[in-house]
């Protein structure tokens, strides 16, 4: 047996170990008690920096202090370090689940990070512990409401007030206010308003009042709230004078804009450059312009050491189209104060506008070196975030952009110029209900943004509500009567609402030396609008002669000569717009529907697949071969298609519509279902998708109160539709509310007998029988039964063999069998 290389420990030496390890547990418990001491000091003297190393110093001794983790957070969070404050409330909730404060913070948080599943998670475990929380009830209905999840949304916002203290519901009130109207529900917004003034009068609650009494038509009531919100209005005067200038200035009250401004000029500090600027461009957009510069200058030579003048009269040389001048202004103001945040955001900002029309990536670098800075500073300061969002909008990207602009509109949710860009970013990516809200949203901030209203005014006109179209165009014109696109789109909509002559009157405006291809082509689409298709075809022939080889007007030239006799020409056309421009997919896709007009299969199919071939991004093509595989009775490649185009264009929510319809063609209901469910996700104005979705949930008796819900919703967004109004009285039969059916399939039919449809009007009959004898209505359901037999009989005459006959004629025979 050997001897050990170590010394035995004698019990002299063991029982000193062992107090010199207790002598060094006292240590850091005393250690931790000074350094948590010192960080309590020295967050409540908001001496944050040091907090943060004596908070520091506690969680090395103790990694799993609860406590520490929570002061450090709160530290980093008034230091705007808010990724590293976000870890430590994470760690905080994570260690000490009981912390109701940390729980709501890291919620808070969560919501800013956008995970809204992490923040209802949190509002759980809040609400399990104190059940009247009105906060945990506000951070969820955010949550509910940033998901679409509008029914719980609106429930959680109902749960914060009626949980909310008498001092702060008032808050609450706001809150679901403001949820409602960003909905586009303002009559429901209107009760809770009405308590909101009752209870706590405000600036703000005053001003929302007089917007939604404007948008009613109640143009004396709402006058009268908006100058309450300026009596009431204590620190943001500056603002209650804009909004009250915004008012008048929307109703083309421009005198009494110009003078409201000019009383707040005299009457407010704070913000006063601000109103000079405004009314600076008041006078400008009347022609006015001297006065306008003089303001302006005025304004820099009061205070040339000051670098606020300097910026507006930057701001104001960017509206006159002055970049240079612009920058020459913000040059001057960092001169005065090199170290200003504003004045360096705004040379970014302009650099950042540069180097996207001048294709500069030197100015957009130089813009980016700028706000990086900042934001390691200031991680949430709101002008830098708008500035970085301008930024990746000129590298084209938004997504990014719409991201980081909902970063700076949740720290400064007023802030007009970043709801502009934001909006424009979500018409990028296809939001369009989206972009409406902020770019409406926008105007009623600052109304003097003219571009906003150019931008609202395409997007109303493209979801077809052209009457609002008309309304910002015609504004924007009146302030920018030289934008003939602008005009194009009002003649457009007045187009679409029968209103030929006005758009007539609207082109006409234009001078000769500015009428250009795309003047030309409007005024050749407006011709045939009105059949007048020689008049069409010259001023198309014009436009082509300015810009030939167009897709747009080619087609319109075709639909034009075609029924004169002229395909001929047209087609010629075509061929020739290829030849020059063989790479252009458009040309190639019109290039195969003149082959499949000409009956050259082969030609079209192989013109179809090259347009495919030359633009992968483009789900117009895809739709053009997938239809064509339809016709040639290939529906199978007309699914593989579409599968195709999906791939290529993930979010169109259009080729998930078409996809699901071709599956619900072949007989493939579980697929039909997942598409359309696909569909209404990407886009819920499908009004189509969800009638169908909801069609096919009753047949197969599923989930009947989603099926009710989605034929309600389809029936709202296609009223005239005799299909939605079949499929929301056959849910409600299947429902078993018979009484309501009745109604809404009767509606149907008088659809269906207008279009002359015998198939359909079979099976809603069909339907509307079957309604009538659950509601006791035997006599009814037997008409309806005769009249759904006359159109087989038709059918069954023509050769064909309607798959309802068999049942309807079954029906009828036994309602008229004696019952026993």
């Given at each position: ?12 030496l ?12 006292q ?155 960003r ?63 915004g ?7 421009i ?8 009383q ?10 601000d ?23 005025q ?8 670098p ?69 500073r ?14 990746e ?30 909006g ?21 901030l ?9 931008s ?25 009567p ?34 250009d ?14 059949g ?33 006799g ?92 078409r ?34 979705l ?33 499929t ?93």
């Amino acid at each position: 047996m050997g001897f050990s290389h170590f010394p035995r420990i004698t019990a002299a030496l063991a029982l000193a170990a062992m107090l010199f390890a207790a002598v060094g547990c006292q240590d850091d418990e005393a250690k931790l008690a000074d350094f948590l001491a010192r960080g309590q000091v020295a967050l409540d003297a908001e001496e944050y920096e040091e907090a943060v190393i004596e908070y520091r110093n506690a969680l090395q001794i103790d990694p799993n202090n609860g406590a520490a983790h929570f002061a450090l957070a709160r530290s980093y969070t008034a230091l705007q370090k808010l990724k590293e404050a976000y870890w430590e409330l994470h760690e905080t909730v994570r260690l000490d689940p009981e912390n109701i404060d940390a729980r709501v913070s890291f919620a808070q948080f969560s919501q800013l990070a956008r995970d809204y599943e992490e923040v209802l998670i949190q509002c759980e475990e809040i609400l399990a512990i104190q059940p009247e929380r009105a906060s945990a009830f506000t951070l969820r209905g955010e949550a509910y409401s940033a998901l679409e999840r509008y029914d719980e949304a609106e429930a959680a916002f109902e749960s914060a007030i009626e949980n909310s203290l008498e001092e702060n519901r008032s808050l609450h009130l706001e809150n679901m206010v403001r949820f409602q109207n960003r909905r586009g529900n303002y009559a429901g917004a209107r009760p809770y308003l009405d308590r909101q003034i009752e209870l706590a009068p405000s600036m703000r609650a005053y001003a929302s009042l007089g917007r939604l009494l404007t948008r009613d038509g109640e143009i004396e009531a709402a006058e009268a709230a908006m100058k309450m919100s300026l009596s009431l209005a204590k620190s943001q005067k500056d603002i209650a004078y804009r909004n009250l200038a915004g008012f008048y200035f929307n109703l083309d009250r421009i005198d009494d804009a110009i003078e409201t401004l000019q009383q707040g000029i005299d009457n407010v500090e704070k913000g006063r450059l601000d109103l000079i600027y405004l009314l600076a461009r008041f006078h400008s957009s009347q022609g006015n312009s001297e006065a306008a510069d003089l303001m302006v200058a005025q304004a820099t030579l009061e205070a040339p050491d000051d670098p606020e003048p300097w910026l507006v009269l930057s701001s104001y040389r960017t509206r006159e189209g002055d970049s240079a001048g612009a920058l020459e202004a913000v040059e001057k103001a960092i001169a005065v104060a090199p170290e200003d945040t504003v004045a360096l955001l705004r040379k970014a900002e302009l650099l950042a506008e540069n180097g996207y029309r001048g294709k500069s990536d030197e100015d957009i670098s130089s813009a980016k070196e700028i706000v990086i800075e900042i934001l390691s500073r200031e991680p949430s300061n709101a002008r830098a975030l708008f500035v970085r969002g301008k930024i990746e909008m000129a590298e084209l990207d938004p997504r990014a952009a719409a991201q980081t602009l909902r970063s700076a509109l949740d720290v400064e949710p007023e802030f007009a110029p970043a709801r502009f860009v934001l909006g424009s970013a979500l018409m990028l990516i296809g939001d369009q209900n989206g972009a409406r809200a902020e770019l409406a949203r926008t105007i009623e901030l600052d109304p003097g943004l003219l571009e906003a209203r150019r931008s609202l005014s395409r997007i109303h006109g493209a979801l077809g509500e052209h009457e609002y179209a008309i309304e910002q165009g015609r504004m924007y014109l009146r302030e920018r009567p030289e934008d003939v696109r602008t005009r194009i789109l009002v003649a457009q909509s007045l187009v679409h609402l029968g209103k030929a002559e006005e758009a007539f009157a609207e082109l006409e405006v234009i001078p000769d030396e500015s009428r250009d291809a795309d003047s030309w082509y409007a005024m050749g689409r407006l011709f045939m609008a009105q059949g007048k298709a020689e008049e069409a075809r010259e001023a198309l022939l014009e436009a082509n002669a300015q810009r030939p080889n167009m897709p747009d007007i080619l087609r319109s030239l075709l639909r034009v000569e075609a029924p004169a006799g002229k395909f001929g020409a047209a087609a010629d056309r075509v061929r020739a717009a290829v030849k020059a421009q063989p790479e252009n997919a458009r040309l190639a896709l019109l290039e195969g529907r003149i082959e499949l007009i000409e009956g050259n299969a082969d030609a079209a199919e192989a013109a179809f697949q090259r347009s495919v071939e030359l633009d992968p991004d483009d789900a117009t093509a895809y739709q053009q071969l997938a239809q064509f595989y339809r016709m040639t009775g290939r529906l199978e490649e007309s699914i593989a298609t579409h599968e195709k185009s999906i791939e290529q264009n993930p979010n169109s929510a259009r080729s998930h519509e078409r996809l699901a319809m071709l599956h619900e063609a072949s007989g493939d209901v579980d697929k039909a279902t997942e598409y359309y469910e696909r569909a209404i996700a990407l886009d819920s104005s499908l009004g189509e998708a969800k009638n169908n979705l909801a069609y096919l949930l009753a047949e197969r008796g599923d989930d009947l109160d989603r099926a009710l819900d989605l034929a309600q919703e389809a029936k709202a967004l296609l009223p005239d539709s005799p299909n939605a109004a079949d499929t929301l009285g056959w849910v409600l039969y299947k429902r078993g509310i018979p009484s309501a059916a009745i109604g809404y399939l009767r509606e149907a039919i008088s659809g269906f007998a207008g279009e002359g449809n015998e198939e359909a009007l079979g099976v809603v009959r069909h339907h509307l029988a079957m309604a009538y004898e659950a509601n006791e209505q035997d006599t009814e359901a037997l008409q309806a039964l005769d009249a759904a037999i006359a159109s087989a009989d038709r059918i069954e005459e023509s050769g064909g063999k309607p798959g309802w006959a068999d049942e309807v004629r079954e029906m009828a025979q036994r309602l008229r069998s004696p019952r026993s």
